[in-house]
């Protein structure tokens, strides 16, 4: 099966930048997409940014301009830089994955835990 790990998340200033990391690990052979949510307390889970077929970046209105996804296929990690943060960034942030298992079969998918990104005013 396949691990996905978030890191860099933590408490900032409103303004700060942090950088996520999302590293997967497992029994994968290809991933097709690695993608950026968030959920708020409220439990309301939104697609925050991600790549698309092609290699185009694309992001929810509310972070464009402001975070910049990237990819470093090589070592199966996805990472989001986050600029100019927002109280209203505020959330639980988690990496999605879908993959090739080693092992053959369909295309699976797998979500992180998440990593806390808490911005203060």
């Known amino acids: 099966q396949v691990q996905l790990v978030e890191s860099g998340g933590g408490l900032v200033q409103a303004g700060g930048s942090l950088r996520l990391v999302c590293a997967a690990s497992?029994?994968?052979?290809?991933?097709?997409?690695m993608d950026w949510y968030r959920q708020t307390s409220g439990n309301q889970r939104e697609l925050v940014a991600t790549?698309?077929?092609?290699?185009?970046?694309d992001y929810a209105e509310s972070v464009r301009g402001r975070f910049t996804i990237s990819r470093d296929h090589a070592k199966n990690t996805a990472y989001l830089q986050m600029n100019s943060l927002k109280p209203e960034d505020t959330a639980v942030y988690l990496c999605?994955?879908?993959?090739?298992?080693?092992?053959?079969?369909?295309?699976?998918?797998?979500w992180g835990q998440g990593t806390q990104v808490t911005v203060s005013s």
């Open positions: 497992g029994s994968l052979s290809a991933i097709t997409a």
């Open positions: 790549i698309l077929p092609g290699g185009t970046p």
């Open positions: 999605f994955v879908r993959y090739a298992s080693i092992y053959g079969g369909s295309i699976f998918s797998s």
